[in-house]
T-cell receptor, first 111, second 115 residues
Framework: SQTIHQWPATLVQPVGSPLSLECTVEGTSNPNLYWYRQAAGRGLQLLFYSVGIGQISSEVPQNLSASRPQDRQFILSSKKLLLSDSGFYLC??????????FGPGTRLTVT | AQKITQTQPGMFVQEKEAVTLDCTYDTSDQSYGLFWYKQPSSGEMIFLIYQGSYDEQNATEGRYSLNFQKARKSANLVISASQLGDSAMYFC????????????FGTGTRLQVFP
């Protein structure tokens, strides 16, 4: 069965520091992968998605970037964090039926 | 542009009763998908149920059913026999046909089940 991992689970970073969040998927090959952000008390906002290695689509121009160095690995990065980058970051993969399955998430607080 | 609206910020239901969570959507497309997710306090998003716009039957998954009314552009989630563990945020989402990779989420409804 498929499993999706995210780490770290929680992160507190100062403004201006770099960021790297990692997501890996097991049990499936060449999945479509997604990064979402959820602000407190809000719905999910799609940030990036990838249909294959090295293929990244950006949905919202911002302070973040994404990379897919391996088939089942998706990384979210920033060179300099802003206060507005605080939130709950979720990685997901897409099944054949169109539904997406999410990882446990990373709660990021920028101070 | 596609949009999902969930007008109920919070709902209460007694254990063992049924509850309906409302979702309306706005699209000019004929082909789309509708999804419901549950988000407990742990934060993980759990996929519950899917309805395709061309599906004639309402989707059901165990205690979850989707009341799909295409003409009214509504896709309400019905939870039967509520359990305490159903207390969570519930999100409705839609995938537009031009980009089935994209899920557009509503703002969610917080459901609280009391004994």
């Amino acid at each position: 069965s498929q499993t999706i991992h995210q780490w770290p689970a929680t992160l507190v970073q100062p403004v201006g520091s770099p960021l790297s969040l990692e997501c890996t998927v097991e049990g499936t090959s060449n999945p479509n992968l997604y990064w979402y952000r959820q602000a407190a008390g809000r719905g999910l906002q799609l940030l990036f998605y990838s249909v294959g290695i090295g293929q990244i689509s950006s949905e919202v121009p911002q302070n973040l970037s994404a990379s897919r160095p391996q088939d089942r690995q998706f990384i979210l990065s920033s060179k300099k964090l802003l206060l507005s980058d605080s939130g709950f970051y979720l990685c997901a993969w897409r099944a054949d039926g169109g539904e997406q399955y999410f990882g446990p998430g990373t709660r990021l607080t920028v101070t | 542009a596609q949009k999902i609206t969930q007008t109920q910020p919070g709902m209460f239901v007694q254990e063992k009763e049924a509850v309906t969570l409302d979702c309306t959507y706005d699209t000019s497309d004929q082909s789309y998908g509708l999804f419901w997710y549950k988000q407990p306090s742990s934060g993980e998003m759990i996929f519950l149920i899917y309805q395709g716009s061309y599906d004639e039957q309402n989707a059901t998954e165990g205690r979850y059913s989707l009341n799909f009314q295409k003409a009214r552009k509504s896709a309400n989630l019905v939870i039967s026999a509520s359990q305490l563990g159903d207390s969570a945020m519930y999100f409705c989402a839609m995938s537009p046909p031009e980009n089935t990779d994209k899920l557009i989420f509503g703002t969610g409804t917080r459901l609280q089940v009391f004994p």
